[in-house]
Structure formats: C-alpha cells, structure tokens
C-alpha cells in the first residue's frame, strides 16, 4: 500500500549499489581464467537467483497478479460464471456502472466513510498521542490496551457490536441506566444513523492504530527542541503547534495515506454486521458489499469483476495522486534530511 | 484489510532500528504526572477495551440475565457457557482448522519471502527493480479486490473446500508485506561478515542459510506476528473457499454459530470470547515487537 515510499528507497538504495557482493565472488577466484571464471560465476549467480526467487515469485503472479488481470478481462464480458466468458460486450460493463445509481449510492458511501475516518480519528489520534506522550506510568499497558480492538477480528468486532447495538441491546440499555434514554436509537437499522454507527465502530477499532503511529512519530521528535524552546520561553501550546506538529507532518500524512486506501476498500466489518448487500437497507453498503452482491450471489460475474476493476483503479489513482502531491514532501525529505 | 494495513505501515520502514533505547530512558517513571492526563487516559482504555469486557463477561451470565438487563453484570456468574463451548467438537474443530491455516501460511510466507528478500537485498542483477516493484505494487491488491476471479483459480486446481486452498492464497497475499520489511533487514547485514564468510570457503548459498537466517531472525518475527494475526483474524479467503461446516476456520465459526443459536446470546458470547483468545494471548506475548517495530518503522 505505501508502495511509492517501498518503491522509491529500493531505486534509491539501488542507485547506491550493492557494493562488495558481485566484487567478493570474482575477488575469491584465481587470477588467470578470471573471465571464464566470472561467467561461470555469473551462471551459477543465475541459477541461485532464480532458485531462491522462483517460488515466490510463482506464487505471487499466479495467486496475485493473474486473478486482478483475470478480474480485467472479465470484466469486458457478460458471464454469469459457467464455462468459458464468450459475451464480449467490450467497455459496457463500465458505461453500466457509471449509470448504476446503486453503484454511485456505495461510492457515495465509501466517499463519506474516507472523508469521516479522517476527520473523526485524525485530531483525536493526535491529541490522545499528545496526551499519552507526557512523562506518565503505566505507558507500556496503556499501548497494549488501546490496541486490542485493532488485533480482534472483524468477525468478532462486528458479532459483539450487533449484539450490543440491537434495540435491546447493551448500549440502549446503558443509555437508560445513566438518564439518557431519550439517545436509545435504531443503531444499526436506522437508515439516517446506520452510516454513524458503522463510524463509531470504525474509529474504535482503528484509532487504537492511529495512536500507535503517532506515538511513535512523536518520539522520534529530540528532546533538545523542546528543551531549546522551553529555554526561549515557548508555552506548551506553542511548542505543539510549532514544534510537534510540523515534526509529526510525515507520521500523519502516512497515516492518512493507510486509512483512504482502507475506506475505499472497506468490506468485512460491513458485511459482517449488515449482510450481504439488499438494495433497501444498503445505508452503509460500500463498493466491495456491491461488487460481491452482483459477483457471487446475483451471478453476474463480469459486471462485478468490471466493478472490482473500478475499485482497483480508483485506489490506484488516489493512491498515485497522493504520492505525487502530499508524500512527495516527505520522500524529498527523507533524501535531504536524512542525517538530522 | 486490517492486518495489511498494519503490514503496510511497515513497509514504509526504512531502516528498522530497535527503538527500545530511548523508550526505556523515556519510559522510567520519574514522578506521578497531570491527573487530568490519567484521566483522559484511563476514559480512553476504557471506551477501548469495554466492548471486549462486555463479550467476555456476557458469557458468564444467563440468557436471562442479558435480556432483563442487557448491560448489567453477571450475577451469578456461570461457567456453563464456556463449558459446553469447550467440550463443543465444532468449536475445537474450527480451532484447529485456524491454528492448521495460520501456522502453515506463516511459515510458507517467511520462508518464501526470506528467499526473495535475501536475493532482492544481496545480489546485483538488472531486473531487481522490477521485481521490488513488483512486490511492493502487491500492497495495492487487497484479497477483495480479487477474490472472485481467485476463487475460480483455486476451484481449477480442486483446491475449493480445503484448507489447502486458503493456505496458498494467503501465503502469496502475505508475500509483499513480508518482502518490504525484510529487504532492509538483509541489506542491513554488514558486507564484511560475507566477505569473512566467503574467505572461509562459504558459497553464497552456505552465507544465506549459517549467517543470513539468524541475523535476520528479528525482522522474521515480526513478518511471522503479523502474518499470523492477519491470518488468524482473515474473514473474506476462507468466505470464499470453505464451504463444509468440517473446514471452517473460527472466523467463520463465529458467525455460523452467532446465526445458528441466535437466540442463545450467552453462549455466542462465549463462543467469541473464546475465537478471540488465542489472538489476544499472541499479541499480548509479543506486543513489544509488533509495537516495536512500527516505532522503528515510523522513526526510519
């Protein structure tokens, strides 16, 4: 997913070389036959690459790469799944989906869910990490407890969240205890609340992430700063706005990066405590719920691989767009500042 | 998705240092700081950790306890829930399908992405680029994404309805991440200790598995964590391709058996507390790494 930041270090590194590995080979040979010595060492160089590299890569073009290519090519035919796809019907799929009001319905949806994650966990996150970042006990427990909810399963998030949620359930319950009946609600059936609840249980499952990361962002801030700061006067507010936080841009703008790609790709939690996708209850069904209804259950293998294509293309872009114009910062950065 | 992203985060990491150092300076209680901050923490453990309370404590209570006060304590407390789930055949069946999957997956990725690291990190060759590139464009192909043509894959090759056939996927899924933090980690491995080793008369190949496997054996811990939560807690792979309730893995246990006794809350309660654990228990015992290593990642 951070693939431009992977890819560039790699050119980068490489663009350094890899000094020693190749010299140290033909170094141990004799003098004398050193050419033929060389190719020999060159085949046998070869012949390790590939022993060492050939699984792997096996695997993963015929596990990874050929069904996205295979979801390509289907998605330019009408296949209901059964034998070969021989109903060429070419770029339609995709004029249908741009038509779809279903389809724009979940886009919609998957628009709102990135837009709220990163409003709704973005400053919290910060302001927790600020929080927990000061000279406290128990710092280490307090990191494992805010980050189970991220290792818990899906499954099992949404089973216990549906439980709770349901008309009486525990939260509805709570709320009566406490004298704020008047808030018990439709959680999860509501259509005007279902998309904020999906919110909630989004932002506690993941903000336990967010904070992590940006804990650690904060600590890789030196001491000195501060310290320098503190002897000029800066109040503590001052020090954060000035300081950490232009400090912690890049931690953020990688966090951010994560949690765009998770929104628009967002499916299990979904699916899990709403089912699969009805057209009547799809308040806070995304583009994965969609492209498995028509998929899967309605059979309609090549318009839900177009659809699968759609998705994939627009994580590319978003993705591609994000690199070039807020992480760029970051990769310029870590070239020229490095050594800091 | 989830555990990709803590994955990918990774990936960012240039060079994985261990952050402990300065932490321990940091972490070494000197005095009691701002209660309001203690507060703000402790509300926080609390919204993140009741949830879990709540399902783990339901399923010591009766189901009538719930349905009169759903967000009430259990009083008494019943152990039968637990019981009758720990002597329930399907629930140790779908356990061991999860520990079978998770742990074979594991070793297939780290194994497989050690090799390919090694060669990405220590040879010299013209298609290195490519070949990083192509692992790393690997972090953009969630499993949904290509979950319907995968599955026509796997029934070709008879795979459908075994484990097997969410064992292979998982393992190619689980290579990018696996090749991204690794590669620095061998990079990292001085080029004097190969030369040494090359002088001593050891091939490439004899450097690869006497020096590079336990020099690397941090990084592989981590990959091996990660890979194992996210194969643990993987929901949409085995959706697809198990179909007989024998083969079910406990993700899909636990929904099964939250729709089949839908009316029994109490125990479907115990039932997740239960699915949930062995995760939990791993996370907690290697927290330090995991958390770790996205500290090193972040400060790389």
């Known amino acids: ?340 | 998705m989830s555990a990709t992203t803590a994955d990918s985060f990774t990936s960012s990491s240039t060079e994985p240092t261990a952050p402990t150092g300065r932490r321990d300076r940091r972490d070494k209680p000197q005095k009691w700081g701002n209660p309001f901050t203690y507060f703000i923490a402790l509300l926080f453990i609390g919204v993140c950790i009741a949830p879990v309370l709540y399902i783990v404590i339901g399923g010591f209570r009766t189901n009538s306890q719930i349905s009169t006060s759903p967000a009430g304590l259990p009083h008494p407390w019943i152990v039968g829930n637990y019981i009758s789930v720990l002597k329930n055949v399907t629930f140790w069946g779908e356990f061991a399908n999860s520990v079978i999957v998770a742990l074979a997956s594991t070793i297939g990725t780290t194994i497989l992405g050690l090799m390919v690291s090694f060669v990405l990190a220590r040879y010299d060759f013209k298609l290195k680029g490519a070949m990083y590139s192509l692992f790393a464009a690997g972090l953009m192909f969630p499993l949904v994404i290509a979950i319907t043509p995968l599955y026509i894959v796997v029934k070709d090759l008879g795979l459908v309805d075994s484990l097997l056939g969410v064992i292979i996927p998982q393992i190619a899924f689980g290579l990018p991440t696996t090749v991204i933090i690794l590669v620095p980690f061998l990079r990292a491995i001085p080029n004097e200790i190969e030369e040494a080793a090359a002088i001593d008369g050891a091939s490439r190949l004899g450097f690869f598995f006497r020096m590079v496997i336990p020099l690397s054996l941090p990084g592989v811990v981590t990959v091996g964590i990660l890979g194992f939560i996210g194969s643990w807690n993987n929901y949409v792979l085995p959706l697809y391709i198990l179909n007989s309730t024998a083969n079910y893995t406990l993700p899909l246990g636990v929904q099964q058996f939250s729709t089949e006794y839908s009316v029994d809350t109490a125990k479907v309660l115990a039932f997740t507390s239960l699915a949930m654990l062995p995760a939990l228990i791993f996370f907690a015992i290697f927290e330090k790494k995991i958390v770790g290593g996205l500290t090193g990642a972040v400060k790389g």
Do not use: C
């Open chain 1, 1 to 340: 997913m951070s693939n431009p930041l992977g890819t560039d270090t790699a050119t980068g590194r490489q663009s350094q070389g890899t000094p020693g590995v190749g010299g140290a080979a033909t170094a141990a040979a004799p003098a004398s036959p050193r050419a033929a010595a060389r190719r020999r060492g060159r085949a046998k160089m070869r012949l390790e690459i590939a022993l060492l590299s050939g699984p792997a890569i096996l695997m993963f073009l015929a596990f990874v790469i050929f069904p996205v290519a295979l979801a390509a090519y289907y998605g330019f035919y009408r296949w209901h799944g059964y034998g070969a796809p021989t109903d060429w019907v070419g770029l339609n799929n995709y004029k249908l989906i741009l038509k779809d009001p279903a389809f724009q319905q979940v886009l919609w949806h998957n628009g709102w869910i990135l837009v709220l994650s990163l409003v709704i966990q973005g400053p919290l996150a910060i302001i927790l990490a600020l929080l927990l970042n000061q000279k406290i006990r128990g710092r280490s427990i307090i990191r494992i407890l805010i980050f189970v909810p991220y290792v818990i399963s899906e499954v099992i998030v949404g089973t216990g969240w549906s439980l709770m949620l349901q008309s009486n359930g525990a939260v509805n319950d709570l709320l009566a205890h406490i004298g704020l009946g008047s808030l018990q609600a439709e959680w999860l059936s509501s259509p005007k609340l279902a998309l904020w609840t999906l919110m909630g249980i989004i932002s506690w499952k993941y903000i336990g992430f967010a904070v992590i990361l940006m804990l650690a962002g904060l600590q890789s801030i030196p001491d000195e700063l501060f310290e320098a700061a503190a002897i000029d006067g800066a109040s503590y507010w001052q020090m954060q706005r000035r300081i950490t936080l232009p400090l912690l841009g890049p931690t953020i703008r990688i966090w951010a990066f994560l949690s765009i790609i998770g929104s628009l790709q967002l499916f299990d939690l979904v699916f899990i405590i709403w089912g699969p996708y009805v057209s009547s209850t799809a308040g806070t069904s995304t583009m994965a719920i969609y492209m498995v209804a028509q998929g899967r259950n309605a059979g309609n293998y090549g318009y839900g691989s177009a659809i699968a294509v759609v998705m994939f293309l627009i994580s590319l872009i978003v993705a591609l767009l994000y690199q070039r114009f807020v992480l760029r910062r970051d990769l310029q950065g870590a070239v020229t500042e490095g050594d800091k």
